[in-house]
């Protein structure tokens, strides 16, 4: 192991942290990254905003916490963190509002976007601090990160930022791991059970899953709904409930720890996921793990790939489709059966692991373009020895890029129901590992740069190297 002085390697800035109230799936995705790359020998920390369930300070799997600030006044916090402390990278998560850490350090800032909120942005801020907050993550962002590297989750997600200016070049997609499930005491139940899992606020439209409770209540009685998570949304959710008569059949759980949330999924028959946007949908594969299969938006957005249309679950256009969908679902136990094995061996696919190797690629490219630059210092060299060590331990090469041309998934009808062979088959492409490069304006092919590959990491020389 290599020397070097105890200033930190790589920092996360960060909205919230995994313990936040109101910290989900995104939240994970970077806890997991930071505490893979500091088993790596990395020094990792992250600066988030503070809450009252956690410490100011704290070391979680050898990642140094800091929570200071609040929803907005986080912001400024962390450029003077990263102006203080000096890291040799800076990994920005940018959940619509970007830090701008390109503003206050020479060193590589990768950025990474879960999703667009295109569409939350009116919904939580109304017509004109909507407008404002889309100006600031469509305009403004692009171009304060326009020489950094981005990471996303989703093919969905890279086409729209394609689609804002992102450089394709510079754009690479690592997906959600999956942890194993653990072990459960809950059996599947013997009633028509379903759950919808998230935080409670309004752009995760938990809303409909109560239309879809009260649409079917007369023809399954029996039905049950488990609302599981909080938000600040959750008292308008009883009273929708109340005003649809489905309190009877609602049970809001609150939030609950790990083992409580399986044990709710593994008793459900269905999981509906009715946001507006997701970059992925961690809770999809997590649903998946348990035999369940998920009835979602297409527009989504990152459903279109946690979700195998017509195999691990159905994706739909509008409400009275979900309601309809459902119904099938809790009619025809075999298929339903069936989307829950289906669901169970894609979650499997995708490992922490891997997820971790692969962004790991993407800081090593990062070091790599600075250095070139005169932005490279020892501190970030020391950084790339560690990171080619984590990325060579699963076969990556970040030196090397990744080709492959990709259809769009919207192509095509989209009346047709994917076959279960045509659904391998788009799962082998989908976890082929790739980024993407090229014009999305201009054709629906988007071109692969870079790719992690979430079942068997490997990169190969790219058409267009």
């Known amino acids: 192991m290599h020397t070097r002085s105890t200033s930190i390697d790589v920092l996360f800035v960060n909205w919230r942290d995994v313990t936040h109230p109101e910290g989900g799936g995104s939240e994970r995705y970077v806890h997991r990254v930071a505490e893979g790359l500091a088993a790596a020998g990395l020094r990792v920390a992250m600066f988030c905003a503070a809450h009252d369930r956690s410490p100011a300070d704290e070391i979680r799997n050898d990642v140094e916490i800091l929570r200071r600030g609040g929803r907005l006044s986080v912001y400024p ?41 295109r569409e939350q942005w009116p919904i939580v801020f109304g017509r004109i601090g909507g407008a404002l907050g ?16 981005y990471v996303t989750v989703s093919r969905a997600t890279a086409a729209e930022l394609v ?11 690592v997906p959600n791991g999956v942890e194993p499930a653990p072990e459960v005491t809950a059996e599947r139940s013997a009633e028509p059970r379903l759950v919808v899992l998230g935080r409670l606020v309004p752009h995760k439209r938990v809303e409909h899953a109560l239309e879809v409770v ?8 029996t039905l049950r709904l488990s609302v ?43 999981h509906l996921c009715p946001s507006v946007k997701e970059g992925w949908g961690l809770v999809v594969t997590e649903a998946g793990s348990h035999h369940v299969p998920t009835v979602g938006y297409r527009s989504a957005g990152g459903l279109r790939e946690s979700v195998l249309d017509g195999t691990t679950g159905v994706l739909v256009d509008e409400l009275e489709e979900m309601v309809a969908a459902v119904e099938e679902l809790l009619v025809d136990d075999n298929r339903r059966l069936a989307m829950g094995e289906a669901a169970a061996g894609h979650a499997s696919r995708f490992t922490w692991p891997a997820s971790i190797a692969g962004f790991a690629a993407v800081l090593a490219s990062a070091v790599r373009d600075a250095v070139p630059a005169g932005a490279g210092s020892a501190g970030a060299l ?6 080619d060590r984590l990325v060579g331990g699963v076969g990556l090469d970040p030196a ?16 047709r129901r994917p076959t279960a062979e045509s659904d391998e088959n788009s799962d082998e492409r989908l976890h082929s590992g790739t980024l993407f490069l090229g014009e999305w304006r201009r054709s629906v092919t988007v071109e692969g740069n870079v790719v992690a590959d979430n079942t068997a990491p490997t990169i190969v020389p790219s058409a267009h190297a």
């Open 77 to 117: 916090r962390a450029l003077l963190h990263v102006l203080r402390t000096r890291p040799g990278l800076v990994v920005d998560v940018q959940n619509g509002l970007p830090f701008a850490s390109t503003l206050v350090t020479r060193r590589p800032v990768v950025n990474l976007v879960h999703h667009v909120h």
């Open 134 to 149: 889309w100006w600031i993550e469509s305009v403004l962002a692009p171009r304060l990160y326009r020489r950094s590297r």
């Open 163 to 173: 689609g804002l200016g992102v450089d394709g070049d510079r754009l690479a997609v």
């Open 214 to 221: 009260a649409a079917l209540r007369d023809r399954w009685p």
């Open 228 to 270: 599981v998570g909080e938000g600040w949304w959750e008292s308008e959710l009883r009273e929708h409930a109340a005003r649809l008569g489905v309190t009877d059949i609602v049970d809001f759980t609150g939030h609950v720890d790990e083992q409580a949330k399986h044990e709710e999924l593994a008793r459900a028959w269905v």
């Open 382 to 387: 020391a950084v790339l020895e560690d990171v």
């Open 400 to 415: 090397v890029g990744v080709g492959s041309s990709l259809h769009a998934q919207d192509g095509g009808d989209p009346e």
